[in-house]
């Protein structure tokens, strides 16, 4: 992360890039998880459903905001993390994890960040909106 007191509003922070999202990566995640949902892993499942094929679990999707956050702000320092979901994330996407400052404050004594965060796939589409508070050194 960049030194704190450079930090200002409109600052992009997090910024990360994931390999695209393969059956292999569904199949570990459900055993990691314990999210067995079919909908996930099982192509027939998915169809019957009324999907073209099987889609990445959201929460899949979270971890990956997740990571990206921490790997630019100690978990230490992180004071709120909220997530919502917008669009299902398809199997092959390339997720995008972005987090831009949109306010910088005092609180309990610290200095503190506002962050809107997004993850895009490799279209563009917002798949994940969220924000996150952090403490600045």
């Known amino acids: 992360m960049m030194a704190s007191g450079d930090i200002k509003p409109g600052d992009r922070i997090v910024h990360k ?3 695209p999202i393969t059956r292999h990566t569904l199949a570990l995640y ?3 998880s ?3 949902n079919p909908i996930h892993v099982d192509i027939d499942f998915a169809k019957a459903a009324g999907f073209t ?5 959201g929460m899949l999707v979270m971890a990956c905001l997740g990571q990206a956050l921490t790997d630019v702000v100690p978990p230490s320092r992180l004071r709120s993390f909220a997530t919502r979901f917008v669009a299902i994330t398809q199997l092959g ?3 995008t994890c972005q987090g831009t400052v949109t306010e910088v404050f005092a609180e309990n004594g610290e200095r503190r960040a506002r962050l809107a965060l997004t993850t895009t796939d490799d279209r563009g589409e ?3 909106e ?3 508070v952090v403490a600045l050194q």
């Open 30 to 32: 459900c055993g990691a």
């Open 17 to 19: 890039v994931f390999p």
């Open 93 to 95: 996407a390339k997720l």
């Open 53 to 57: 094929d099987v889609f990445a679990h």
């Open 126 to 128: 917002v798949k994940l």
């Open 34 to 36: 314990g999210d067995h």
């Open 130 to 132: 969220g924000s996150a």
